[in-house]
């Protein structure tokens, strides 16, 4: 996509203009060497009922790790409290969240937010390489989703900045010493669209399957 139109961290009000802005699935790098990576799914027939269920159900079994692996087989490896160790398109990397972040620590309007209908999730990341060399630091990263579901279905939109996170509601460029390609950004947004349509399918058939209502 043409890095013009993609949305920076400091940005993302734009996302809760009415409609859909601009790219909505795309890649690009930024003039600055970031990558940006857009993803939206529109999930007809995940609805709210569907929603609840699976969410309880999915609690009630208590495997996280067998359920990440699940979401994304051969992609997902493991899943704890705060890390995961998947393969994004170059080999195992292991993603450390933070995602103790409310909307407004990531610049977002509050009033525009409710508005809107969506709820905002995300987190900053650190991206680091199983087999990386000793002196490679983590690749900062930060991550909105911005979820609505209504009784059509789910409304999906991601947007995923790697090298800026979130410090003090502000959005900070760092690299941290990499340098990223296209391929980079590729890679990624390939990863992201193929999760959440898995994420997708995965609750359909549960609840096709398990659902006893």
């Known amino acids: ?25 795309g890649y690009c790098l ?46 997902h490896y493991r899943h704890s409290y705060i890390s995961a160790l998947e393969d994004v398109g170059s080999g195992p990397v292991e993603v ?11 610049g977002f309007d509050m009033e525009l937010l409710q508005k809107s209908g969506y709820k905002a999730e995300g987190a900053n990341l650190l991206v680091h390489a199983l087999y990386a060399p000793p002196e490679m630091r983590p690749l900062p990263a930060c991550a909105t989703h911005l979820v609505k579901i209504t009784p059509e279905g789910r409304d999906f939109r991601a947007r995923y900045w790697m090298g800026y996170q979130w410090r003090n509601r502000r959005a900070v460029f760092n690299l941290n010493g990499h340098i990223l390609a296209e391929k980079d950004a590729y890679n990624f947004a390939i990863h992201v669209a193929v999760e959440w349509y898995n994420d997708t399918e995965l609750i359909k058939l549960a609840y096709k399957d398990f659902h006893s209502g």
């Open 96 to 106: 450390i969240g933070n995602g103790a972040f409310t909307p407004e620590d990531k």
């Open 1 to 25: 996509m043409d890095p013009s139109k993609a949305i920076l961290p400091d940005q993302v009000n734009k996302l809760l203009k009415p409609g859909y802005r601009g790219v909505e699935t």
């Open 30 to 75: 930024l003039p600055n060497g970031a990558a940006y990576i857009a993803v939206h799914l529109k999930a007809t027939g995940v609805t709210p009922e569907l929603m609840k269920w699976w969410n309880t159900w999915k609690s009630d079994k208590g495997d996280e790790d067998f359920f990440y692996k699940l979401w994304y087989p051969g992609k």
